[in-house]
């Protein structure tokens, strides 16, 4: 079914043509035309995993803006099998728009806080369901929900031998000796380049969330670890300054991003490279013969 027709399902007729968009990696998008209306944003997947992903992707473009201060688009219509989100503009391409999303950012994690780690529901990442079952301790969360749940995945499995799997869950259990405690605060969850945009006025918006409470450094990670354009670099520095990161923030980046990279393993036939990714920061954690 095209994304035309599910817009008509869904009760907008006002809609007479949809223009594909790239850009996505697990959904079909694109830009439909309305008559009398601003065009918007529709997203949809051929085959929709679960009835809630888009309510629950609506919910955490609600929290994002809501809760943490970060500009989104406006939900015009979530429902199970088609998602309507106002235009966003891409993203300039100067160091000053980089460095404002370093304060968004920074606020929406220092403002944020909370006592324990998850969210009140499950939700999305990808076509893949995020487990978000509350905890109090955020080294068993992690462990448990961000990256031992994906080893049962078959193309997790097919790419990781026995060995890499032993070395993940030796990593978790020393998870406490390899980073810092840090609280939990309101995180994207799926923070790569790809979903920074911005508004009409060029200010920084996000996409595509899978939010939960987690480590700020979840979205540090995600961020740096899927290149980010050179004017971006000043915004490192400035999200340092403005969270008081202490200097080994950087070493520990690849072992938080674990997550996404076996959630992209577990998710796609090409992993641009994830699989080894993954091995190389397991290396130190491979028994020694």
Not at 200 to 213: C, H, Q, R
Not at 249 to 278: C, K, N, S, T
Request: with cysteine.
């Amino acid at each position: 079914m095209t994304l035309l027709e599910r817009l008509h399902l869904a009760g907008m007729r006002e809609v007479v043509a949809v223009q594909p968009v790239t850009g996505g990696l697990a959904a079909l998008a694109g830009i439909a035309t309305r008559r009398d209306a601003p065009p918007v944003f529709v997203k949809a997947f051929a085959d929709p995993p679960a009835d809630d992903v888009f309510v629950a992707e609506a919910e955490g473009l609600a929290a994002l803006r809501e809760l943490g201060g970060v500009a989104t688009p406006e939900v015009i219509l979530a429902d199970r099998d088609v998602l309507v989100l106002s235009v966003l503009r891409p993203r300039p391409r100067s160091e000053a728009f980089w460095e404002r999303f370093a304060h968004l950012l920074a606020h929406l994690h220092l403002s944020t806080t909370h006592p324990r780690f998850g969210w009140h529901h499950d939700n999305w990442l990808g076509r893949r369901r995020q487990v978000n079952t509350w905890n109090d301790d955020g080294f068993a969360f992690f462990a448990q929900h961000r990256l031992l749940r994906w080893l049962d995945q078959p193309r997790v499995e097919a790419a990781l031998d026995a060995e890499d799997r032993a070395a993940l869950e030796r990593l978790c259990d020393r998870l406490p000796d390899v980073l810092p405690e840090r609280p939990a605060c309101l995180t994207h969850g799926d923070l790569w380049a790809q979903n920074v945009l911005a508004t009409a006025d060029g200010e920084p918006a996000l996409i595509d969330p899978a939010v939960s409470y987690l480590w700020a450094e979840v979205d540090l990670a995600h961020v740096w670890s899927t290149s980010p354009p050179p004017e971006a670099r000043r915004m490192f520095e400035v999200y340092a300054e403005l969270t008081s990161l202490d200097a080994d923030w950087e070493a520990r980046m690849p072992v938080i991003q674990l997550r996404q990279h076996l959630a992209v393993l577990a998710q796609f036939d090409d992993d641009w490279g994830a699989a080894d990714q993954i091995r190389a920061v397991l290396a130190p954690f491979r028994r020694r013969s």
